[in-house]
């Protein structure tokens, strides 16, 4: 099974993702953590996504469809993937089809986490990640049990330099002019479905597991 998780920032799509991974056996693309990666390991290409990830602008098509096409090539996506955060313009989404077809991959769900905007502002100014593992917590919603350390690896937990109320507000006008439109894009071709993200994280669970279970058994 080969699933799309999208949705505004914060709305709780690298939540549910880590847990549906674990859960239906996907191997977890997201745009973001590889971005992240980059920089960490000081590439060039990190470098230049750093620089419109700050501002809270997207980074290029070019680059992004790059990086997915590779990663969408390695031999251990044959067994299904969770692509999280991508395609956020309809040029990706046209290239993603493009690169599927070549693979020979379907994909056979597109969710969507939904949560209105002031909740986001909450979520994403109470985020921490760890530095080592890249698990993601909130200082009230989802704490670790000690304070500023990773329940899994006891790794550091940081703020995201973009996870300022500046570049939350940014990066939200961002996701309703350039990734808002892909949601037609996909509702046309019969694989859309919108989830209320504004629920427990075991609810939004239980609810995207169930769709996923029916399509599986469709299949
Ligand atoms: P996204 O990947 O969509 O940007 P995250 O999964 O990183 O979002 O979640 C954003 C923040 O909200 C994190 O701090 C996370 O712990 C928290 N969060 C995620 N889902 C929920 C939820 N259902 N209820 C409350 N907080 C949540
Ligand atoms: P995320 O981790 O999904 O919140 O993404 C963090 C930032 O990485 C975004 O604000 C963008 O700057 C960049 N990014 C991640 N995925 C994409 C994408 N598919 N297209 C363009 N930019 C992206």
Redesign the pocket.
């Known amino acids: 099974m080969n699933i799309i998780v999208m949705g505004p920032?914060?709305a709780g799509?690298?939540t549910q993702a880590e847990r549906l991974v674990k859960e239906f056996s996907l191997v977890h693309i997201?745009?973001?953590?590889?971005?992240?990666s980059a920089i960490k390991e000081g590439t060039e290409m990190g470098r230049k996504?750093k620089e419109?990830?700050?501002?809270?602008?997207?980074?290029?098509?070019e680059?992004?469809v790059g990086i997915?096409k590779e990663r969408l090539s390695k031999p251990d996506c044959a067994g299904g993937v969770l692509l999280?955060?991508?395609?956020?313009?309809i040029q990706?989404a046209e290239a993603l089809d493009e690169v599927l077809q070549d693979l020979n991959i379907t994909i056979n769900a597109v969710v969507s986490v939904d949560v209105e905007e002031d909740e986001l502002l909450n979520r994403l100014t109470g985020r921490r990640v760890c530095r080592n593992c890249g698990t993601t917590y909130h200082i009230k919603f989802n704490p670790p049990k000690v304070r500023n350390i990773c329940d899994h690896c006891g790794g550091e937990l940081y703020q995201?330099d973009?996870d300022t109320v500046e570049?939350v507000k940014e990066?939200l006008k961002?996701y309703k002019k350039q990734t808002m439109p892909i949601i037609d894009y996909y509702q046309r071709k019969g694989l859309f479905l919108s989830v209320d993200g504004a629920r427990s994280i075991d609810d939004v669970f239980a609810d995207i597991s169930d769709h996923l279970e029916k399509i599986k058994g469709r299949g």
């Open positions: 920032p914060g799509k690298g997201s745009t973001g953590d590889m971005f992240r996504a419109y990830m700050d501002k809270g602008a997207l980074v290029p098509d680059i992004v997915v999280d955060g991508f395609p956020r313009t990706q995201r973009d570049t990066r961002v």
